[in-house]
């Protein structure tokens, strides 16, 4: 049958109709256009409404801001926003620091939390960052920490303000959880600190075992341009020439993370410290908290929340912080106001526990009733195996480097497990660049609390190698995916090929149970694009059987 062709009328109220829609995408472009034309005219003027917000909350609840500009020794001109309560005094202070690409604004998230308890609250932009003058220097010791310094000296000997004799915290997220790790072991007029989110070995956390987590360095180093004022001969341009190019002199890039790193001197820390850290940070890894928390001698709290790199803390006392804030706040109270409030009587660990959605106290860490569980690599019936005994004799597999595999840890940055999300893994065992050892189904239900540790024995076949670690929960009977519990990364450099060497690869520290019935796969994968920058090459050859290599779990019933 032939189509029927529309009328004339129909014709007329089809232009009528497209008439009619073409107004209405040019309505939507121009709002779209305004909009944004709006929020970027309104950018200059938010410093201005951010103040006049903390002042107007400043009268509600019972204290006054203030603003003006802090002189740096070498004459930096830093923005600074104070926070003072009503009253007399003698008043307790805390320095608060802003995270990267933050400004002291951020800090007004949590500065009238204290500043409404009766503490005076400076908080102020690093230099590069916010209004301040400077470049970033990624806390040099002869920059940023200088800065803290001359802030907690005009805070304490200028201000003019009735402060409390010894009685000074320091705060910050991130990157300012980095500055109040570092601050406590260089200035002797900070009573306390409370690190949060922050780093104790800057090496590990841009380049752990070698690997470069190129990802969260672009990041990094994109968001800093303004603070970077774009000169070639800034430190971070000068790291990411190393780190990426191989340019430069490998030994003083490895000093300049170790003058912003205090985990080789946590011993000789004295400051009581509440250190705040994240089971999701891929960044700054809780490893680092809890090793640091491990050497310290001072009386101490440790705290391991759920959420990504920071995020838990960052939104403040009103909402998902809100527990973190309030411990912060007694442990501050105690500490610098003196107020016997008990919190040195509570278990000193809280833990978020994954499973049960909610966070529970630990007497110490390592945790009690935690055993260390050694499983060997091997070959049983033809198939790769997890066992508690070594079995097997010495054989070899090789790895290769294959950028896209089903093996990886998946999307940095946001870690999908933060929000309750599963990354899953490959449901065979070996397949391009990646090959698996599983173990036989569990008896019972089993805590892994810690960072798992791989020792292996391989043979590099390149001068350069990457071996990947990728721990797995494998339901039973094949009913889903692989499930990722954690993962580590190693990368090899300068090495000989064809020499057996022992590589350890210490995994991301977790807290998952294992239910009855499931088993763990530890996957080793040539690549984990999501997370670190590849090597390319032949890759290597991993040796098992005989006890040769092995993983180290711990682990407790559950």
Known sequence: MAEKKPNMKQRRDGRRKRGSAQPRHEARRRARRILRASVAASLPALPALMRSLAQAEGRRKGFRVEQFKLKARDGTRLSAALYVPS???????????????????????????????????????????????????????????????????????????????????????????????????????????????????????????????????????????????????????????????????????????RKRSCLHLAEECDKPMLIVGSWNDDLFEPNQMMDFYTRLKTPKMLYISNGIHGLDPAVGPRWAGKEIWEITRRWFDYWLKGEENGILDEPPVRLYRPWKKMVEPEEDWPPRGIRTHTIYLGREDGRFKLTSKPKGKREETVLRPRLLTPANSGPSVIRPQAMGLPVPGPRREAGEGFFSFTTSPAKRDFELLGAPR????????????????????????????????????????????????????????????????????????????????????????????EGLSFLELPLREG
């Not at 292996?456 to 009977?477: F, G, K, T």
Request: proline share 7%; net charge negative; aromatic share 10%.
């Open 87 to 257: 009253g007399e005094g003698p008043f307790p202070a805390l320095v608060m620091v802003h995270s990267w690409m933050f400004n002291r604004w951020q800090c007004h998230l949590y500065a009238p939390y204290f500043a409404s308890a009766g503490y005076v609250v400076l908080a102020y932009d690093c230099r590069g960052w916010g209004s301040s003058g400077g470049e970033v220097h990624c806390a040099g010791p002869d920059h940023e920490l200088n800065d803290l310094e001359d802030a907690i000296d005009w805070l304490t000997e200028k201000s003019g303000l009735p402060l409390k004799e010894g009685a000074l915290g320091v705060t910050g997220i991130s990157y300012g959880g980095g500055h109040s790790f570092l601050i406590a072991l260089r200035d002797p007029r900070v009573r306390t600190v409370v690190p949060m989110a922050g780093w104790t070995d800057l090496a590990s956390s841009l380049a752990p075992h070698g690997s470069v987590k190129f990802f969260w360095g672009l990041f990094l180093l994109l968001t800093a341009t303004w603070a970077t004022r774009l000169d070639p001969r800034n430190v971070l341009y000068r790291w990411t020439s190393t780190l990426l190019l191989g340019r430069g002199d490998r030994d003083e890039f490895l000093e300049d993370m």
């Open 454 to 545: 791989l020792r292996l024995r391989v043979v590099p076949r390149d001068r350069s190698a990457q071996i990947n670690a990728l721990l797995y929960d494998v339901p039973p009977d094949d009913e889903g995916l692989p499930r990722l519990i954690t993962y580590g990364t190693a990368t090899l450099e300068d090495v000989e090929p064809g020499k057996e060497l022992e590589q350890v690869v210490e995994l991301v520290a977790t807290d998952y149970l294992l239910p009855r019935g499931h088993c763990f796969r530890l996957t080793l994968a040539g690549c984990n694009l999501p997370f670190v920058l590849p090597v390319p090459g032949k890759g290597l050859r991993v040796i098992y059987g």
